[in-house]
């Protein structure tokens, strides 16, 4: 009997990396499933494709009589109904899990993971808040491991109970939600306490590897894989979108898009496709969170000072309220004082941003659109076509 069999579940904001994932597994396990979001996104066609059915409106209509409701974090308040975080713990309750959290690579630890799962014939369930072009999408409901992502910015990695937890890393990232490192760490340190096994990336040495694989490595031999067949699959793994991803070129200068929306992960993404010694790096960022903002700002502008020139649009406010006296150009300002003489641009609107770019880019030169909101509505506006 499937795990999910004579459910009726209606998803709010079913285009979401997170929920869509999880309405495919639902009705892959049996549950009759439908949903709604304001917006049409890159997901959706995912959720399409499997015969859910989707309203996409401005405002969420009545949900279906009779069913369950799981409200997405960005919608929680505007719709009555549970949890996405619930609704994940249950899932994670059905199926033996791995479950990846941290502040910094989780998306691709997790895909890695699975990734290696399914070329080794494993057949692993996932839901991982990116698209993976390798496994076709962001979810599957396969019979074996369940791989899925966990959520600290909220709180609610600590009801997860797996078999298997990897920890990237602990970095503050969500300032709305602790006080302190030492509140987050607080928080996971309590949450581990309730798994069997357990991987620490920051315990583990990189090698020859990068520290997502070697988080990687070491849940699959935990999870019975040999190290030898794990490794060798891995190498076959070229990436998630929205993570260094090459997108195409603007009049002979590279485009790469990036997620990265921390200062640690910024300043990596402008490291590694940093400009070759005759061209230049221009970088479109986008803030993500008003509360991240307020806190990081000074320090996203010392990451965004490695570019040649950079942008800064206006946040990305997600879950959030607009605060007072807070937007993009505080990180455009502490840019300006930190780097005199760069060309620092502050651009209310992504396609403002894109304009910036366009005014100075040339051949050889690097471009780097970054941000977890919508900033990657910019790489088809900027790359030829």
Avoid at 241 to 264: C, F, I, K, N, W
Wanted: charged share 20%.
């Amino acid at each position: 009997m499937l795990m999910l069999d004579r459910r009726r579940i209606w998803f709010v904001g079913i285009g979401g990396a997170g929920l869509s994932g999880y309405a495919v597994l639902a009705a892959a396990w049996g549950a009759e499933v439908a949903g709604w979001d304001r917006a049409e996104t890159p997901y959706l066609a995912y959720v399409r494709a499997v015969g859910i059915p989707v309203t996409v409106a401005p405002d969420p209509p009545e949900p279906p009589t009779g069913a369950e409701v799981v409200v997405s974090t960005a919608f929680a308040g505007r719709v009555e109904g549970k949890s996405r975080a619930e609704f994940l713990a249950e899932l994670v309750s059905l199926r033996r899990a791995i479950v990846v959290a941290g502040a910094h690579g989780k998306t691709t630890t997790a895909a890695m993971i699975a990734f290696c799962l399914d070329r080794l014939g494993l057949d692993p369930a996932f839901l991982i808040g990116g698209e993976v072009p390798q496994l076709g999408g962001n979810a599957r409901a396969g019979a074996g491991w369940l791989v899925v992502e966990g959520d600290e910015s909220d709180r609610t990695v600590a009801a997860l109970r797996p078999q298997i937890a990897v920890l990237t890393n602990a970095e503050l990232d969500h300032h709305a939600t602790f006080a302190s490192p030492a509140e987050l760490e607080a928080l996971l340190d309590a949450w581990l306490e309730h798994v069997p096994q357990v991987v620490r990336g920051e315990q583990l040495e990189p090698a020859d590897v990068r520290r997502n694989a070697a988080c990687a490595l070491a849940a699959l031999e935990l999870a019975g894989v040999a190290y030898g067949d794990a490794a060798r699959v891995l190498a076959e793994f070229s990436g998630v979108r929205r993570r260094l991803e090459l997108r195409g070129e603007l009049d002979g200068a590279q485009v790469y898009d990036d997620y990265g929306h921390h200062p640690s992960e910024i300043a990596a993404a402008l490291a590694a496709v940093r400009a070759s010694p005759n061209g230049r790096l221009l970088v479109l960022f986008q803030p993500h969170l008003y509360s991240r903002t307020r806190h990081l700002a000074r320090e996203l502008a010392a990451a965004l000072a490695a570019a040649d020139a950079a942008c800064v649009t206006d946040v990305y406010p997600a879950r959030e309220d607009p605060v007072d006296c807070v937007s993009g150009k505080l990180v455009a300002d502490a840019l300006a004082e930190l780097s005199p003489g760069m060309p620092v641009g502050w651009a209310p609107t992504v396609e403002d941003g894109v304009s910036f770019l366009r005014r100075r880019a040339r051949a050889g030169d690097t471009i780097l659109v970054v941000g977890a909101g919508d900033v990657d509505r910019a790489v088809p506006l900027l790359v030829d076509q």
